[in-house]
């Protein structure tokens, strides 16, 4: 023990705590950020050209109103944001898995919440890249924007529970190909399914019903608001908040952490 101590960081690397956490989470954004450098043309093109076309699709038959454009835009932002985000945690660590890095990771040893937090610090990227686009496009759109405090904790909830939904449901994946088809789906048909487009009064029976219990109807709901410059949304900040906390749960409960 004696031998153990005289080594310089072998207390620290063995009591863990904060600073190994960070150092660990630190550690799992530049494995993954440095070779993205690379390609950094594909995360510009992910985070503007998917979204972009589904706003102008929807403003095309909208009508001219500007708390409709407004719901357009938010639904963009929530559908765009999550479907990157998800997506690239998803894939993430569906091939950490099955290429055998992340066995490298657990040997270290590495925090199970770190690595994940590490991984969607790096997959946000494009998210911190696709709200200003989209704002940016919405103005020139003619949609009439007047930002209030509830967009960023809007955003960063919804991309939590997306997350921990998207990690809950990769750790079944079979194969490789398998947990790559499941990231895409699992985003794409909760937007799909919820109304993020619309609002609760305009959606059918059925999507009324799926809209009480999806995430993203209320991250849809806290941005309209956020974006016509009111700050009312401590409700949906409340359920997405509640949201986050069980997906991520499940999400980190779920995620291989033992070496087979």
């Known amino acids: 023990m004696d031998r153990i101590n005289t080594v310089p960081g072998a207390r620290l690397y063995r009591t863990g705590g904060v600073r190994k956490f960070a150092s660990d989470a630190v550690s799992v954004f530049e494995v993954n950020f440095i070779p993205s450098l690379r390609h ?139 947990g790559n088809l499941a990231t895409g789906l699992v985003a794409l048909v909760l937007a799909a399914l919820s109304p993020v487009y619309f609002t609760m009064n305009q959606a059918p029976l059925l999507l009324k019903l799926l809209g009480y219990v999806s995430p993203l109807r209320y991250a849809a709901d806290a941005i309209a608001k956020s974006l016509s410059g009111q700050g009312d949304v401590g409700i949906e900040l409340a359920v997405l908040a509640g949201f986050a906390i069980v997906t991520m749960s499940l999400g980190l409960w779920r995620m291989p952490w033992r070496e087979k």
Do not use: C, H
């Open 40 to 178: 950094w043309y594909l995360t510009l093109m992910l985070a503007s050209a998917f979204p972009l076309p589904w706003f102008y699709v929807t403003r095309a038959i909208a009508p001219d109103d500007p708390d409709v454009l407004r719901r357009l835009m938010a639904g963009t932002i929530v559908f765009g944001v999550t479907f990157s985000i998800g997506m690239l945690v998803g894939q993430n660590a569906v091939a950490q898995r099955f290429t055998g890095n992340l066995k490298l990771l657990i040997a270290m040893p590495m925090y199970k919440g770190a690595y994940v937090l590490g991984t969607l610090v790096y997959s946000s990227i494009s998210g911190v890249i696709t709200v200003p686009i989209l704002l940016g496009f919405g103005l020139a759109s003619g949609v009439e924007i007047e930002l209030a405090w509830g967009l960023a904790p809007s955003i960063i909830l919804s991309v939590l529970v997306m997350a921990g939904l998207t990690l809950f449901v990769v750790s079944f994946a079979p194969s490789l190909q398998a």
